[in-house]
């Protein structure tokens, strides 16, 4: 735990992983993929122009990090990706800070906008693999910004700890996708009401298609969250379906 394994820029340095002269020939593609490490700290580089190249449902992740603990991110830019930015899965001990994501759009996708969710978090663990019960996760994101993404510009599944805090998210939602600026999620579990899962402080939340925060707990039992000092504008002017009726905070 204290002496990390660091994938860090050079001082006044950016390296930046720039994909546009690469065709993508398989279903998914990563720019970064990080499965079953710990103790692992990235910062100070871009990964941009990763885009799709046919009309088929080529899926598209800039940088993906499942099953790994500990894990810490800082001043990471990814922008004009043909899917998701940031997506983290199945990991303990997440610290997120400074990290943008824009253009994250999955243009030529079978449902365009679906999948571009700019930056995403879930803590639903695999308990075998890990040891670890569906309360134990802990996710910390700080200062972060999604902008001009397909979908969602904030994500989360699962009944673990998330606290989003500092954040910006706005102009997200296009062609198919949603469009609420932070999307909750959580599991079912066998409690009737889960432990404080949720906590959203000081974000701002503006002009996105669909909502300033979606709850999005269909199915799910009760979970606790605090919401405080947050400013939500300006969100709501994608047509409504009827399955998200009531279904969102600050229109």
Known sequence: ??????????????????????????????????????YLSFKGFTIRNMLQNRLDSTIIEAFEIQNSHHIYLENIKLHNIGGAGLLV?????????????????DTLAKMPGNYGTGIGVGSRVDQDARGLGMYDTHYYIEGCRAWSCGDQGFTQDGVGYHEWKNCWSFN??????????????????????????????????????????????????NFNG???NNFIYYNGYKPWTPYYENSYIGC
């Open 1 to 38: 735990e204290g002496n990390l394994i660091n994938f860090w820029n050079y001082p006044r340095e950016e390296p930046i992983l720039d994909f546009s002269q690469i065709v993508f020939p398989n279903k998914f593609e990563f720019g970064i993929r990080v499965w079953n490490d710990d």
């Open 89 to 105: 899965h199945a990991c303990d001990e997440v610290y997120i800070k400074n990290c943008d994501a824009w253009e994250c759009c």
């Open 172 to 221: 997200n939602g296009r062609f198919t996708g949603e469009g609420w600026g932070i999307k909750l999620s959580i599991a079912s579990a066998s409690n009737s009401t889960n432990p404080l899962s949720r906590v959203i402080k000081n974000c701002i939340f503006a002009v996105n298609a669909s909502s300033g925060i979606n709850p999005n707990n269909v199915g799910g039992n």
């Open 226 to 228: 605090i919401y405080h």
